[in-house]
């Protein structure tokens, strides 16, 4: 009899809902373990071309925290697409302007470089305040 290695798919996925507080907690320590909730790394059904992960809500993201003098030494680029359109904000400024964008560009960079990555993305979900509009998914709270 031949044994066969089970295969998740996409509609395998049975991914339940975590709410995380990122009061004082570390920016890279918390980002890795979110990406690894999304990923479905944490889930015996694991299947790396498939989406088997969570979703997770990250509430009170502007009270994150960074090691070290990162806070004025982290910077942050982006371009425009015209030339000399190079664009740097330290992390501190995007703190004051879109706290949310710290710990979404933490977990973006933690995901594939595919279309995968780009669906898992959107199963993240962060707001700067205490408050999430995602109370009927039921979530349950995850502590790192």
């Known amino acids: 009899m031949k044994k066969y290695t089970y295969m998740a798919n996409n509609e395998d996925n049975r991914g339940t809902w975590y709410v995380v507080d990122a009061k004082d907690l570390v920016l890279g320590r918390l980002a890795s373990t979110i990406a690894a909730r999304l990923r479905g790394k944490c889930s015996p059904l694991f299947t790396p071309h498939a989406d088997t992960g969570d979703w997770v809500i990250v509430i009170n993201a502007g009270q994150v925290s960074l090691t070290g003098r990162k806070w004025d030494q982290k ?70």
């Open 75 to 144: 910077v942050y680029y982006h371009h425009s697409g015209y030339t000399g359109g190079l664009k740097s904000i330290t992390a501190r400024k995007l703190k004051d302007k879109k706290p949310e964008e710290l710990i979404r560009h933490a977990v973006k960079g933690m995901l594939p470089k595919n279309r995968l990555g780009r669906k898992l993305i959107n199963k993240l979900k962060v707001y700067a305040g205490g408050d999430h509009p995602h109370a009927a998914q039921q979530p349950q709270q995850l502590t790192l």
